[in-house]
């Protein structure tokens, strides 16, 4: 039976893989991650926020609800709690000035976002298995043959090539970066995209 890539959809849309990073690079040198979100190996960069209020990304703000079934019993719990994604429509002021500004502009023109963040996921870790309320656009923008993204059971890898891809995060999934290098991806939450 072959494997079915459904959850992972290519989009229409690629960007310059080496402004990302020089982007990328950029929002670094202004910010580094932020590592307090009590996730060991993951951390985030919001460039986006509600209209003037940046408390809308701080601490779990960065992460968001989700629901994930933690032991045996298979009991499904809720953690964080739930975000408005669509008020999130300030690119923030910092990086207005750098790539991500472009590549922004021309995905809220495409899709109606949500949350806009660079995420890490440093090497030899995981995420838990969970499940998100909306599908989430993935631009890998570092990334290495062990930084594998797996929903409902199926495993892909996403080059860092330029590419824009949706996944389908309402259906149980995690990512783990087996590598030995940090993978980081831009990561927005999509409002009305439908699966099929």
């Not at 995420?119 to 993935?138: A, G, I, N, V």
Request: glycine share 6%.
């Amino acid at each position: 039976m072959p494997l079915n890539f459904d959850d992972f959809q290519k989009q229409d849309i690629k960007f310059d893989i080496s402004e990302l990073r020089n982007a990328c690079d950029q929002v670094l040198k202004i910010k580094g991650f932020d590592t307090s979100l009590g996730i060991p190996h993951f951390a985030g960069i919001s460039l986006n926020q509600i209209p003037g209020d940046p408390k809308s990304i701080s601490g779990s703000k960065i992460r968001g609800v989700f629901w994930t079934k933690p032991d045996s019993s298979g009991k499904e719990v809720v953690r964080d709690s739930k975000i408005d994604e669509s008020q999130y429509t300030e690119f923030l002021d910092d990086y207005k000035n750098t790539y991500f500004k472009d590549v922004y502009d021309q995905l809220t023109k495409k899709y109606r976002l949500g949350r806009v963040r660079l995420l890490l996921k440093e090497p030899r870790s995981t995420l838990s298995w969970h499940r998100d309320p909306e599908p989430r656009l993935h631009i890998p923008i570092y990334t290495n043959p062990g930084a594998i993204m797996v929903i409902d059971h199926i495993a892909k890898h996403m080059p860092a090539d330029g590419s824009v891809w949706i996944t389908n995060n309402t259906k149980y999934h995690n990512a783990f970066n087996g590598g030995e290098e940090n993978r980081v991806h831009l990561v927005a939450c999509v409002l009305d995209y439908k699966f099929n």
